[in-house]
């Protein structure tokens, strides 16, 4: 099955610098990527995806980006804020229609003040 | 708009005892899916349904643990009996239909604690 790393399981940044977190899949049959933000007592709440027929998709402060030949994708947030900080995680999924999601471990994300 | 409503929130009981996880999807979506997570494993499936039948339910750790979901707006998760490995938070999503993969909608959980 599938199998989804996800790289750093912490970061620590500066308000206002740049967060990147990556991520690597093992099966190329993968086709859809979500990176969702879970805080604290709450349930993970997606926040940007991007399918396999594009290299990468931005939505304001965030970027994802896709590398289909080596298996890997990140999350790019750029000045980040404080409300940044949560616990971010990756997955991947196969197939089409109803989808079924391989996550990563998650990477939790302090900004600093 | 009403998200993914999971019941109870936190469910603390002794080992041995049934419990049982509420979830009620968003209106329209077909799919409905029931994870585990805990610090070990992370977020694990357990159980997915489509159009209210069960698809895949490989990820049922034992027998003790059973899920229904009698129609579109409904589902239940149940462990019987409860043992102390079983805590965890619990998480129920819904998707929509479509021909491409859906995004996931996550309710915010029911934190269990067997005792």
């Known amino acids: 099955g599938e199998n989804v790393e996800q790289h750093p399981s912490t970061l620590s940044v500066q308000e206002g610098d740049s967060a990147v977190i990556k991520c690597t899949y093992s099966?190329?049959?993968?086709?859809?990527f979500p990176w969702y933000k879970q805080e604290l007592g709450k349930g993970p709440q997606l926040i940007i995806d991007?399918?396999?027929?594009?290299g990468e998709k931005k939505d304001q402060r965030i970027a994802v980006t896709l590398n289909k030949t080596a298996k890997h994708f990140s999350l790019h947030i750029t000045e980040t804020q404080p409300e940044d900080s949560a616990v971010y995680f990756c997955?991947?999924?196969?197939?089409?229609?109803?989808?079924?999601?391989?996550f990563g471990k998650g990477t939790m994300l302090l900004v600093s003040p | 708009d009403a998200g993914v409503i999971q019941s109870p929130r936190h469910e603390v009981t002794e080992m041995g005892q049934e419990v049982t996880l509420r979830c009620k999807p968003i209106?329209?979506?077909?799919?409905l899916f029931w994870y585990r997570q805990t610090m070990m494993r992370g977020l694990e499936l357990l159980i997915y349904?489509?159009?209210?039948?069960?698809?895949?339910d490989s990820g049922m750790p034992e027998d003790r643990f059973s899920a229904k979901m009698p129609n579109a707006s409904f589902s239940t998760l149940k462990i019987q009996p409860s043992e102390p490995r079983d805590s965890a938070v619990y998480f129920c999503?819904?998707?929509?239909?479509?021909?491409?993969?859906?995004?996931?909608?996550f309710g915010d959980g029911t934190r269990l604690s067997i005792l």
């Open positions: 991007i399918r396999s027929n594009v």
């Open positions: 209106s329209g979506h077909n799919s």
């Open positions: 999503a819904s998707s929509p239909p479509g021909q491409l993969n859906q995004p996931q909608h």
């Open positions: 997955a991947a999924s196969i197939g089409s229609g109803y989808s079924t999601l391989t």
């Open positions: 099966d190329s049959a993968s086709n859809y």
């Open positions: 349904f489509n159009n209210n039948v069960p698809i895949d």
